[in-house]
């Protein structure tokens, strides 16, 4: 089980991610919808992932990944991105990002990304 800290500017996408996590008995000790409250809140709830959309309109997701990176350089983060091919994929991987999530997803994807994180 993971404790999982959901960072996304979509309510609606927080709740889904939210949903499928919890069906895998992982538990969601945090949400935000900006860049800035995730950094925040992941040095209050320690999560052992984050969860992170790449476009938000405060602070992208590859910004507050470096931000979260600098405060726990063993932090474990995976992204959420509309596009396998974006070179945002790339750049957040080489910043330390241990995977991350195309949408449209399913439950299995979730699951199975959140489980390669924790054991890598």
């Known amino acids: ?3 999982i800290l959901l960072v996304d500017d979509a309510g609606y996408m927080r709740r889904l991610v939210g949903i ?3 069906k895998g008995g992982h538990e969601i000790v945090g949400e935000a919808e ?3 409250t995730a950094i925040e809140l992941y040095e209050k709830v320690k ?3 984050v ?3 790449i476009l938000m309109p405060d602070m992208n997701g590859l910004e507050a990944l470096r931000k979260i990176r600098g405060l726990d350089p063993n932090a474990r983060v995976l992204m959420c991105t509309a596009s396998e091919q974006s070179t945002h ?3 957040a991987l080489s ?3 241990k995977g991350y999530i195309v949408k449209p997803f399913t439950r299995e994807v979730i699951l ?3 489980e390669k994180a924790l054991t890598s």
């Open 47 to 49: 999560p052992d992932i």
């Open 95 to 97: 910043l330390g990002a």
């Open 34 to 36: 900006t860049g800035e």
């Open 89 to 91: 994929v790339q750049e």
């Open 112 to 114: 199975s990304t959140i």
């Open 51 to 53: 969860i992170l959309d």
């Open 20 to 22: 499928m996590a919890k």
């Open 1 to 3: 089980m993971a404790r």
